[in-house]
């Protein structure tokens, strides 16, 4: 069974933002194992935090030199500044439990069968800003009500109409560089309660 990196979701208004990205994880020193860039096979690099969980995992099974599918939380303040969080790592052989042949396995493939691709990322949160000078929208994902983060904004390049806001929406969305581009949408509920 082919686990995937990004479940479905389990509740129609499940917040989140998740995506995945093909590349090296560079620490910031051996001191710092938590703290550093993702460089993706395009050579950008991008500041990233890697998580309580996804960090064991590093420790034990993670050779620094090769590349690796990353499950990422990402953060920004604009669509120039890309944060990322490592939730995991996507290794359907090595950290699953699919019989081992991966010298003659094509990741890119697998990611196919379920529907992803490397880049790509799920938001599902309630748009509450669109700029359409900019062509850039905001969407606030509210984690589930017993993590400490509290709610948070991501800064997304794509046109959505205004009267879509305060709407539920789920996006499909590409990295780009630093950048989240919006490649389609769909409408979970009309007009959300406005609870801020």
């Known amino acids: ?21 093909n590349g090296k994880f560079t620490p910031n020193g051996s001191e710092q194992l938590n703290r ?25 099974h993670i050779d620094l030199n090769k590349s690796y599918y990353w499950i990422v ?11 990322l969080q490592v939730a995991g790592i996507w290794d359907p052989y090595q950290l699953n439990d699919l019989p081992n042949d991966s010298s003659k396995t094509n990741f890119s493939k697998l990611l196919e069968e ?10 599902r949160g309630e748009l509450v800003f669109v700029n359409t ?15 400490k983060n509290k709610n948070f904004k991501l800064v997304i390049k794509g046109e959505l109409s205004l009267e879509l ?26 007009n959300l309660p406005e609870n801020n």
Do not use: W
């Open 1 to 21: 069974m082919l686990k995937n990196p990004i479940p479905k979701v389990t509740n129609q208004l499940q917040h989140r933002a998740i995506g995945i990205i």
């Open 36 to 60: 550093g860039f993702l460089i993706d096979n395009k050579g950008e690099k991008i500041e990233t935090v890697v998580l309580g969980k996804a960090l064991s995992l590093l420790k034990k």
């Open 73 to 83: 939380y990402p953060k920004n303040k604009n669509t120039q500044n890309l944060h």
């Open 114 to 123: 379920l529907d992803l691709k490397d880049n790509y990322f799920s938001v």
């Open 133 to 147: 000078q900019k062509k850039e929208i905001v969407i606030k994902i509210c984690p589930a009500i017993n993590l």
């Open 165 to 190: 806001l305060h709407n539920f929406v789920s996006l499909d969305i590409n990295r780009d560089g630093h950048s989240l581009k919006l490649i389609k949408y769909e409408v979970i509920e009309k």
